[in-house]
C-alpha cells in the first residue's frame, strides 16, 4: 500500500479494502437524497472515545461527501461557518470558508475520474476493490488547520471506515423515521444529536448532548515598538484595505503535509493597486499565524514611508487582533461588508498562481 511519508505508520492492505467497501455501500446507497448537510449527528470512536461529528452533503447535486469534524472545537468552526452563511460578498463567503478548513475533520468524497490522484488511483488498484458508477471514485483526506488536505494515517483509516458504516445506518434511520432535524439559526450553547457509541462489543443510538467549542478571536497588545513607529512614520491620507487568505499554493517545509499559506494582501483603497502582499505559515500551529500579522503590516507602512489614516476589513477576527495596535497608531480601523479594490486584487494574484 502507498506511503504517503507521514510519521505514523501506515494502514494494511486490509485495513484499506475495509475502507474501500464501506466507501462502495455508502456512495451505492446515495444518502445525499435525502440528507441535507445541516443534519449533524454523532460517532463515537471505540478505539479511542473521540467523537466525530457527521454531514453528509451532495444533495445540491455537488460534492458528494461525508465530512466529519472532529471534537467539540471542530463543531464550533462548523456553527460559526453556518452562521456567516448569509453572507453578502465574495470575502465573507471566504472568510467563513476559511473557517471549515481550519477544522479538524476527515473526508470521503466521491469525485470525477480526473479529479483523482495518482496516490487515489494505485491506492484502488492494489485493494482490488470494484468501484461501480464510475463517473464517481472515492477519495480520502485528512485536513488540519493550516495545512493542506492530505492522506490517512493508519488510525484514520480505521476511523474513517467506522464513520462510513456508521453514518449509513444513521441516514436509513432517518429515511425510516425522520429523526433528525437540521441544525441552523443561532450559535447554540449546547445541542443534542443522535450518536452513535460502541460500548461491550455492541453499536447503540443514544441521545448526548455536546458543546461546541467556538473560535477564540486572536487578541492584539500594544508594545512599546509603536511609540517608535510614530516618530519615524507620519500619518499620510490614505485608506488601505486588508485581507487576510488562505493561498492555494501548498508549501513542502517540515513534516507532511504540506502548509497552506496565508495571504496578507494590503492595496491602496483609491487605486486599487496592490502595497503589500506577504506569505504567513500558521506554523507549528494556526495560534503561531496571528502574531506574525502586525510585524508584516507594520513593514508595510516602513514601505510606504507612513501610516495610513484608515484601514477597512471584512475579518472579524483581524479587526479583533489589529484594533488595539493601530489604535495606538492612531490609525482609523473600520469592518466592511465589501472591499472591490482588494477582492479584484485577490482574484488576480489567485489567476497568476494558477497560469503559473
Known amino acids: 500500500m502507498p506511503d504517503y511519508g507521514w510519521p505514523e505508520p501506515v494502514a494494511s492492505p486490509e485495513e484499506w479494502r475495509q475502507l474501500l467497501i464501506a466507501a462502495e455501500a455508502f456512495k451505492a446507497a446515495r444518502p445525499w437524497l435525502w ?30 461527501a461525508l465530512i466529519v469534524y472532529l471534537g467539540e472545537e471542530s463543531l464550533g468552526n462548523y456553527f460559526s461557518a453556518v452562521h456567516g452563511i448569509q453572507a453578502v460578498s465574495f470575502l465573507e463567503e471566504r472568510e467563513h470558508g476559511m473557517l471549515l478548513l481550519e477544522a479538524p475533520q476527515l473526508q470521503a468524497s466521491f469525485e470525477s475520474p480526473q479529479a483523482m490522484s495518482t496516490m487515489d488511483r494505485r491506492l484502488v488498484k492494489e485493494a482490488k476493490v470494484r468501484i461501480r458508477g464510475r463517473d464517481l471514485w472515492p477519495a480520502f483526506r485528512s485536513f488540519m488547520p493550516g495545512r493542506a488536505p ?29 429523526m433528525l432535524g437540521s441544525q441552523g439559526g443561532d450559535l447554540p450553547k449546547t445541542l443534542q444529536l443522535l450518536s452513535r457509541v460502541y ?39 490614505l485608506q488601505l484595505q486588508v485581507h487576510l487568505a488562505l493561498a492555494p499554493m501548498p508549501v513542502e517545509e517540515g513534516p507532511l503535509p504540506p502548509y497552506l499559506p496565508y495571504l496578507l494582501l494590503a492595496v491602496d483603497a483609491e487605486s486599487g493597486m496592490a502595497v503589500g502582499s506577504e506569505l504567513l505559515l500558521a506554523q507549528p500551529t494556526l495560534a503561531d499565524l496571528w502574531p506574525q500579522v502586525l510585524p508584516k503590516l507594520l513593514e508595510v507602512f516602513d514601505r510606504l514611508q507612513g501610516r ?11 479587526y479583533h487582533l489589529l484594533a488595539a495596535p ?31
Open 199 to 237: 460500548a461491550e462489543g455492541a453499536w447503540s443510538s443514544v441521545e448526548r448532548t455536546f458543546t461546541p467549542r467556538y473560535p477564540v478571536f486572536p487578541t492584539g497588545t500594544a508594545s512599546a515598538d509603536l511609540a517608535a513607529v510614530r516618530r519615524q512614520l507620519p500619518l499620510q491620507d
Open 308 to 318: 495610513p489614516k484608515r484601514i477597512q476589513l471584512v475579518s472579524e477576527r483581524l
Open 326 to 356: 493601530l489604535g495606538e497608531l492612531g490609525v482609523k480601523l473600520t469592518r466592511a461588508r465589501t472591499m472591490p479594490a482588494l477582492e479584484g486584487a485577490l482574484l488576480g494574484f489567485e489567476d497568476w498562481l494558477a497560469t503559473s
Open 150 to 178: 492530505w492522506y490517512l494515517t493508519r488510525p484514520q483509516v480505521r476511523f474513517l471506515t467506522v464513520l462510513l458504516e456508521q453514518a449509513l445506518i444513521v441516514a436509513e434511520m432517518q429515511l425510516r423515521e425522520n
Open 35 to 64: 440528507m441535507f448537510e445541516t443534519m449533524l449527528f454523532a460517532v463515537q470512536n471505540p478505539e479511542t472515545d473521540e467523537v466525530g461529528f457527521g454531514s453528509i452533503t451532495g444533495q445540491l447535486g455537488q460534492h458528494f
